[in-house]
Every structure is written in C-alpha cells, then in structure tokens.
C-alpha cells in the first residue's frame, strides 16, 4: 500500500466516525424534541383549565369588590350623617349645658363658702408678708 492510499483509508475512517457521531447527536435530538412536544401538550391540556379557574376568580373578586365599594359608600354617607348629627348635638345642648354646669358649680361653691368664717388677717404697720413682693407686679417676659 502505497502513502496516498493509507491516507485515503484514514480519512474515510474519520469520516465514518464523524457521520456516526452525526447521526448520534441527531437522534439525541429527535428524542429530546418529542419529549417536548409531549411536554408542552400536557402543559396546554393543564393551562386551559386553570386560565379558566383564573378568569372565573378574577371575575368573583371584581363582583366582591364592587360589593365592598358600595358598601364603603355606605359607610361613608353614615359617617357624614354621624357627624352632622354630632354637630348639631353640640350646638344645640353643649353652650346650654356648659351655662347649666357652671351655674351648678357657681352654686355649691357660694353654699360650701357660706357656712366657713372668712379667715381675719391682722396688719401690722412697717412690716411685709414672708411671701409678698416689693414694688408690685414685674413683668417676667425674656429678653431676645
């Protein structure tokens, strides 16, 4: 055998390898094709379901939520009406009431004085209380 024909032996060989390692790699990847189109046909036979479980949720809270809407309407029209109704409470009994609470007071304080003896002070001339001030009243305001 001569150089070219061991060197044409060669290189069909290598090609003989790399076509089977061709072929290998293709059916590999015919396999990992099927096992995803089985994959996603049982997804979509598994979606269908649930987007429909979804839509029917997602409708439910918009109808439970309009629900809660009108009821906060609700709630806040009896607020305002609390709230005038307290307004108008006050107004219409709080000044009488006061005047009433404080005459009451003004009373009991004239009856709890009228039974004590009014306290005597005795003065004498030249001298000051422990407590008084000299020279009246000062004015404590701070210099800025």
Not at 33 to 45: C, I, N
Not at 50 to 56: F, K, P, R, V
Not at 74 to 90: G, I, K, P
Request: hydrophobic share 45%; no cysteine.
């Amino acid at each position: 055998m001569s150089g070219g024909e061991v060197a044409g032996i060669l290189v069909a060989v290598f090609w003989a390898i790399l076509v089977s390692f061709l072929a290998l790699v293709l059916v590999r990847l015919a396999q990992t094709l099927k096992a995803t189109t089985k994959m996603v046909a049982e997804v979509s036979e598994k979606a269908v379901p649930l987007l429909a479980d979804a839509s029917a949720t997602v409708r439910s809270a918009h109808s439970q939520l309009a629900r809660v809407d009108a009821i906060a309407a609700d709630v806040q029209e009896v607020t305002a009406n609390a709230s005038a109704l307290s307004s108008t409470v006050s107004s219409a009994f709080g000044g009488p009431l006061v005047k009433v609470a404080a005459f009451g007071y003004g009373v009991r304080q004239a009856i709890g004085k009228k039974g004590e003896p009014a306290p005597q002070r005795t003065v004498i001339p030249g001298r000051t209380l422990p407590g008084a001030r000299r020279g009246g009243r000062r004015n404590r305001r701070s210099k800025d």
